[in-house]
């Protein structure tokens, strides 16, 4: 089973930015697809963004729009999610994970079948 290491979260002040990295063991070719769930104390568990390997297509969470992105460095089998004018309610642990109930440009469903992260805590306060 691939393997997941996750690095990057920390505190920030509301409007920073935060990279979290997602290095993967095994090649690309081993999940369908990657991204990151974030759970927050109280709150369900959500879809933040992930790649579907097949079509290339990517998901972001309406929360999450035009301040997230997600990016692939192939060549270390590494996934970024670059986070910026962070905001309060993005307070939360930060999971990578793999192979999604569903994951495409409309859509991202938080059953994992394939592996988990660690996780890493964000945490967006003045």
């Known amino acids: 089973q691939v393997q997941l290491v996750e690095s990057g979260g920390g505190l920030v002040q509301p409007g920073g930015s935060l990279r979290l990295s997602c290095a993967a063991s095994g090649s690309t070719s081993d999940y369908y697809h990657i991204g990151w769930i974030r759970q927050a104390p109280g709150k369900e568990r959500e879809g933040v963004s992930c790649i579907n390997n097949g079509d290339l297509s990517v998901y972001y969470a309406t929360s999450v729009k035009g301040r997230f992105t997600i990016s692939r460095d192939n060549s270390k089998n590494t996934v970024y999610l670059q986070m910026n004018s962070l905001k309060p309610e993005d307070t939360a642990v930060y999971y990578c994970?793999?192979?999604?109930?569903?994951?495409?440009?409309?859509?991202?469903?938080?059953?994992?079948?394939?592996?988990w992260g660690q996780g890493t805590q964000v945490t967006v306060s003045s």
């Open positions: 994970a793999t192979d999604f109930n569903l994951c495409d440009s409309e859509d991202m469903g938080v059953l994992v079948a394939g592996s």
